[in-house]
């Protein structure tokens, strides 16, 4: 399976996705790519979601979030954001990864969300799509799987985040109706 980027799709996402596929990191992760481009297409490709009535945008926590996508997105989020301490990504990463989880999802013993019936529940602050939601997920795990692939490895647990991520997005295109 290749990424697929449809021709329609706006440069936010054009430019985001050849710049998270640059390293051949696999089928499981390109499969992440396509269902990710798929979520934003299910919105509209919307780079920044506005507020509608009441509501505000959806956004990620930025507690715990690895310190790469604060200086990514101050870069304009282009460039890969190297990865010196893959350990200390890992854990940075799971941390943010799991302030972001709705309560109902819970946690294993290792402290990574469980994988449960999705069906009519509120997913929070993982809703956030747009240039602030999604992408900078999908980057900090293109980064991590880059850096691993340079140490001539791919984790598990790599392999692990990027099953649960796919699982999430395809639980929220589901939501959305895509």
């Given at each position: 399976?290749?990424?697929?980027?449809?021709?329609?799709?706006?440069?936010?996402?054009?430019?985001g996705?050849?710049?998270?596929?640059?390293?051949?990191l696999g089928?499981?992760y390109?499969?992440?790519?396509?269902?990710?481009?798929?979520l934003?297409?299910?919105?509209?490709?919307?780079?920044?979601?506005?507020?509608?009535?009441?509501?505000?945008?959806?956004?990620?926590?930025?507690?715990?979030?690895p310190?790469?996508?604060?200086?990514?997105?101050?870069r304009?989020r282009?460039g890969?954001m190297?990865?010196?301490?893959?350990?200390?990504?890992?854990?940075?990463?799971?941390?943010?990864?799991a302030l972001?989880?709705?309560?109902?999802?819970?946690?294993?013993?290792?402290?990574?969300?469980?994988?449960e019936d999705?069906r009519?529940?509120?997913?929070?602050?993982?809703?956030?799509?747009?240039?602030?939601?999604?992408?900078s997920?999908?980057?900090?795990?293109?980064w991590?799987?880059?850096?691993?692939?340079?140490?001539?490895?791919?984790?598990a647990v790599?392999?692990?985040?990027?099953?649960?991520?796919t699982?999430?997005v395809?639980?929220?295109?589901l939501?959305v109706?895509?």
């Amino acid at each position: 399976m290749e990424i697929m980027c449809p021709d329609d799709a706006p440069a936010w996402i054009r430019e985001g996705v050849e710049e998270l596929s640059a390293n051949e990191l696999g089928p499981e992760y390109r499969r992440l790519v396509n269902m990710y481009i798929a979520l934003e297409r299910a919105h509209g490709f919307v780079k920044d979601p506005q507020p509608t009535g009441n509501n505000k945008p959806v956004k990620l926590v930025t507690g715990s979030r690895p310190p790469e996508v604060g200086l990514w997105i101050k870069r304009y989020r282009t460039g890969r954001m190297d990865v010196k301490n893959v350990p200390a990504f890992e854990s940075k990463w799971w941390k943010w990864w799991a302030l972001n989880q709705p309560a109902w999802r819970g946690c294993r013993t290792d402290g990574r969300p469980e994988r449960e019936d999705a069906r009519g529940r509120s997913w929070g602050h993982l809703l956030a799509h747009g240039q602030n939601g999604f992408l900078s997920v999908v980057a900090t795990l293109y980064w991590w799987g880059s850096a691993e692939q340079e140490n001539g490895d791919t984790s598990a647990v790599w392999l692990d985040a990027v099953r649960d991520v796919t699982w999430v997005v395809g639980e929220l295109i589901l939501g959305v109706g895509a």
